[in-house]
């Protein structure tokens, strides 16, 4: 049996940080598309959520993914990482057999 994805505290929170200044609030749209390095690629983006989609919420945040790529991210956990290199959004994605350097891109 496979499990929606889960979202940490921490990418609530910097969802939150972004949408504190918004007239309108968005939620954090993250989807599988083909292509990238290793045949997928994540696309991560503020949308507003779609009839169809996974929603996930806390506190007011909404985290979204279409029905086409939560098969993709069963499992997975979609975190807020700040590196010397960058803050970005990350994902661990058990489903994934291998991953680019890049990060955004995975196989299956």
Request: proline share 6%; aromatic share 6%; with cysteine.
């Amino acid at each position: 049996m496979s499990l929606p994805p889960k979202v940490t505290d921490r990418a609530f929170a910097r969802l939150a940080e972004i949408n504190a200044d918004a007239e309108t609030p968005q939620a954090l749209r993250v989807a599988v598309e083909g292509g990238g390095c290793s045949g997928f690629q994540y696309a991560i983006e503020l949308d507003s959520p779609a009839d169809e989609d996974l929603v996930l919420e806390k506190d007011g945040q909404k985290v979204v993914v279409d029905s086409v790529s939560l098969p993709f991210l069963a499992d997975a956990v979609i975190d807020f990482t700040e590196e010397l290199i960058g803050a970005r959004f990350t994902i661990e994605n058990p489903n994934a057999s291998s991953s680019c350097g890049c990060g955004t891109s995975f196989s299956i």
